[in-house]
């Protein structure tokens, strides 16, 4: 991990641009912290620049509670390399979309499943050298993004103790099975008219999801609708279960 | 409106004990309010001797937020004269659930309707009381209890702004076309494996109010497991939406 650039933004966060092989990412740290921040991964759905304004804004949220955030460009995405068959599978997507159609599974498993599998060892192999850096402590949470990542990340890094999801992309089948595996505490965002999610399959994952501690909020709007209060009750859950001190 | 009895909590909280004509009911006040109160009318199941332990202790944690809380006997529960339609109706109910069949749509219908019927005007006639009192003052919320009384009540009762419904007891099918007519905001409260509760009726009622601000936050467990942090979360719905002020 190389730092590339560094920058405090005006409350005190320091904001620092990193490469991880390859692979370009982001961490922010609180302005002020006595001991090891716990850690939060953001997801999202790729391409780091045009998703920046809101990281950074999940980011300055969770370092008022105390959190150090991290993200990482996904495979594809931004300024890496492009996959033809996720192109492939993405163009499929975009037409049955704008047709009114539904998603093939097939289609949903040649775009998510590779993306999982190649992704999932990139955020465990961040969250080595994150945690390796002074002032970044556990326990680890994630945070929204391609719900299939979470779940897999979920399922096999024992290092993240509790999850954010967000019910607002496709989710192969076989993501299904692995999320009855999951059993750290969960609380799950669903937007209740997305417009590309259907929600009974949402509410079937949430269902599926093995964990007995598990929070379904769901709130009107389309998928960029997420009011201020889920995420306030979001960072709730994550101030309960990551035990960050509020650093004011 | 007569009071009968009156104590003061351990935390300041004023109890008081009254009668509505022949409605027995019980309201509590924070210790210490500089201005009029918003207040919280608690619905419940009905029998307010049974039910006291948690009402009170609802009542504790609304009035820690600033709220005054007010609930009143339901017809046909405690010291009140029982109706033997409503008892037939329930001895069905009971039977259906024991023997772990559905309950039937008609015996629902016997036990809801009179009930909702009743009991509206029997609360809207408290709220005339209590809002006459000093120290009471608006905006209203109502909370939990049977949630046909709380449908109703948002329809019918224009001084009630915002409620949180708990999605745990039968609805009569007319219930759901009044539930479209509902406006105001609404937090519904789901227990996953409620036990004596339908769970896609419950996503179907969700669906069903008219709200443009509705939120559903759902948990693992029966229908007495729901958690502290979903308290807290219909807690802080009040605060938004009721705008009490902390007293500390």
Request: proline fraction near 7%; charged fraction near 20%; include cysteine.
């Amino acid at each position: 991990m190389r730092f590339t650039s560094e920058q405090r933004l005006d409350d005190g966060v320091l904001e620092r641009e990193f490469t991880l092989g390859e692979i370009p990412g982001i961490l922010w740290t609180p302005g002020s912290a006595s001991a090891p921040a716990p850690l939060i991964l953001l997801g999202h759905p790729g391409g780091l620049h045009r998703m920046y304004p809101r990281l950074a804004a999940r980011a300055r949220h969770c370092a008022a509670d105390g959190f150090a955030t991290a993200t990482i460009e996904l495979p594809g995405s931004g300024d890496r390399p492009r996959s033809a068959a996720a192109e492939q599978a993405r163009a499929e997507v975009r037409r049955a979309v704008e047709a009114g159609q539904p998603v093939g599974e097939d289609t949903v498993d040649r775009l998510i499943l590779p993306l999982v599998d190649t992704s999932v060892p990139e955020w465990r192999a961040a969250l080595d050298a994150l945690l390796a850096l002074p002032g970044i402590g556990g326990p680890v949470g994630y945070s929204g993004g391609v719900i299939a990542i979470g779940i897999r990340l979920a399922v096999v890094e024992p290092r993240i103790s509790a999850a954010v999801l967000f019910a607002g992309s496709f989710v192969p089948r076989a993501l299904f099975e692995e999320a009855r595996r999951v059993t750290i505490p969960l609380h799950v965002l669903l937007q209740w008219d997305d417009e590309g999610n259907d929600r009974q399959s949402a509410l079937d994952l949430f269902d599926a999801f093995g964990s007995e501690e598990k929070t379904l909020n769901a709130n009107m709007g389309g998928h960029t609708g997420v009011p201020r209060s889920a995420g306030d009750a979001a960072a709730g859950f994550f101030t309960r279960h990551l035990g960050a001190r509020h650093t004011g």
